[in-house]
């Protein structure tokens, strides 16, 4: 959980959400069908990270939890792509 994602998820849930990271954002409301793919293009702007179709999965995107999971996976991956020695 990056101090950059927290800046942004304070951004768009405000600094005291009254919600738990492991909470579901979907079940709780927070987040409908249109909001999940407003939080995938915010990550696309925000972290220049591209969710697949196959990614958006409520394992990846439905609690803050989740998120910062799959941030730090796709984190991981580019920086995997970029190092020549692991291809």
């Avoid at 304070?10 to 738990?20: I, K």
């Avoid at 984190?75 to 020695?85: G, L, Y």
Wanted: aromatic share 10%; glycine share 8%; with cysteine.
């Amino acid at each position: 959980f990056t101090p950059q994602l927290a800046l942004a998820l304070n951004y768009l849930f405000g600094e005291n959400p009254g919600f738990a990271d492991s909470d579901s954002l979907l079940d709780a409301g927070i987040l409908d069908s249109t909001g999940v793919l407003q939080l995938v293009e915010f990550l696309g702007s925000a972290y220049g990270v591209t969710v697949l179709d196959g990614e958006i999965t409520p394992a990846n995107l439905d609690s803050i939890d989740c998120l910062a999971a799959f941030l730090e996976r796709k984190k991981a991956a580019r920086e995997m792509e970029s190092c020549p020695e692991f291809l």
